[in-house]
């Protein structure tokens, strides 16, 4: 079983064709929300299907890259990894100064 303390980890999702469109359209400011809020709500369902309520923290949808953070246990970070559609789920690492 894996540890109950919640760190930051990356999800980045399978190739998604409506998100190579509206990345291909984000130049213009309403192509630019479009695709903020599609991201948004993909990455958001996607949590609450997999995800019980109130024990994640989404903190960021990725434009550049169809992915997001958040905070999460390991056990949650399987599960995530299971998710289809889901292509990597990567625990953060802070490099030394």
């Not at 291909?24 to 990455?43: C, F, P």
Request: neutral net charge; charged residues 35%; proline residues 2%.
């Amino acid at each position: 079983m894996g540890s109950a303390k919640s760190e930051r980890y990356f999800v980045f999702m399978n190739y998604d064709p409506e998100y190579e469109r509206l990345r291909a359209d984000r130049r213009t400011k309403r192509g630019a929300y479009e695709l903020d809020m599609y991201l948004s709500r993909k990455h958001d369902e996607l949590l609450a299907n997999t995800l019980e309520h109130g024990r994640y923290k989404k903190t960021i949808s990725l434009v550049i890259v169809d992915g997001f953070a958040v905070e999460i246990t390991e056990d949650q970070a399987s599960a995530l990894r299971s998710a289809g559609g889901v292509r990597v789920v990567e625990k953060n690492q802070e490099l030394p100064n």
